[in-house]
């Protein structure tokens, strides 16, 4: 009986302790921190905090704080998640990297599919091919002629490898047949910083990072990744690649929110419904829209159809980064 009763006690208190914990959720005073696996101030970083901001108020006023664990191509802070306590007070905003890297990786120290709680996708975001702002090109034709005449000399900075910057530079110099440099940061805002300065000459970047820099004249701009040009005033007259010439090129990279496998149900829900008001906040669509994203309105804002869609997409990029020969270890 003795026996039984020191057997039953603390799995009684580990229920007693998640039940309270699931109810009370977020309970005050305690923050809800947000990884985002990325350097502070670059595009993954903008739309964690603009989220963090719309979020807080339907989780009752929570404290939202996001954390930068950065490095090695976003996958060091997704790890950090899955092995994070599984409370819903840790949470990982990632993005197209969830679905490229179990192929472009070949030893990521966690399973996208079955490490995570899927929450509900975010956003929508394309990408641009930029260049620093010495470049002599002024537009797409005279870029690729300049990519042409300096063969061997161009280095194209990106988040590292498995990053969204570091799929549209593989993609990018495979459809052009030409090999550039790679130049590896903790994300694209220090890429930026030195992409206006001149020390690295190429990136491919969300608009999230590189509509104000484009605004600003701060860097040259040359095309969008996606299918259709774009509304936003500072890219609406940027070609897309496939106009250019470059047929079937199309890269959209999404964000997704995940919290570690084995997040109490209830807590997911909470959570998945503060995305859902906060992906209605107009405040929010507002200063995603005026960086060129698109806020997700579909049902890939319910976690079974955010699962569906990242696993579809593992199976879409998989054969493409197979076919370019573009792996990393
Ligand atoms: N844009 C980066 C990427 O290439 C990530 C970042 O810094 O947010 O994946």
Redesign the pocket.
Same mark, same amino acid.
């Given at each position: 009986m003795k026996t039984l009763f020191k057997t039953l006690l603390p799995l009684t208190m580990v229920a007693l302790a998640c039940g309270a914990q699931a109810a009370d959720f977020p309970i005050k005073d305690k923050t809800i921190t947000i990884i985002v696996p990325? +350097?502070a101030g670059?595009?993954?970083?903008r739309v964690a905090r603009d989220l963090a901001e719309a979020m807080r108020k339907p989780l009752g006023g929570a404290t939202i704080v996001v954390d930068n664990a950065a490095g090695a191509g /976003?996958s060091i802070g997704a790890n950090k998640t899955a092995k994070a306590p599984a409370d819903g007070y840790t949470l990982l905003l990632h993005?197209i +990297?969830m679905a490229t890297m179990p192929t472009l990786v070949r030893n990521i120290p966690f399973k996208v599919e079955s490490d995570f709680e899927y929450l509900g996708m975010v956003n929508d975001v394309p990408m641009t091919v930029i260049g620093k702002p010495a470049l002599p090109a002024n537009n797409y034709k005279e870029f690729t002629a300049w990519i042409a005449q300096n063969k061997g000399k161009i280095n194209l900075g !990106? +988040?590292g490898v498995g990053?969204?910057?570091?799929l549209c530079g593989l993609l990018f110099q495979t459809a052009l047949k030409t090999d550039m440099t790679p130049v590896p940061y903790k /994300?694209?805002?220090p890429a930026m910083t030195d992409l206006i300065g001149g020390q690295i000459d190429l990136m491919c970047?969300?608009t999230t !990072?590189t509509t104000s820099q484009i605004e600003g004249k701060k860097v040259k701009a040359y095309a969008v990744t996606t299918a259709k040009r774009l509304t936003t005033p500072a890219l609406k007259d940027l070609p897309t690649l496939q106009e250019s010439g470059l047929k079937d090129f199309e890269v959209t990279i999404w964000h997704g929110l995940y919290a570690p496998k084995g997040t109490p149900a209830d807590v997911q829900k909470k959570i998945n419904d503060a995305l859902k008001a906060a992906l209605k906040d107009p405040e929010f669509i507002k200063k995603q829209e005026g960086l060129g994203a698109v806020v997700v309105s579909d049902k890939r804002i319910e976690p079974a159809e955010h699962k569906k869609f990242v696993a579809a997409e593992i199976a879409k990029w998989s054969p493409i980064i197979k076919a370019a020969g573009v792996y990393a270890d």
């Open positions: 990325f +350097a670059g595009p993954t970083d /976003g993005h +990297a !990106n +988040a990053s969204a910057s570091h /994300g694209t805002a970047d969300q !990072n």
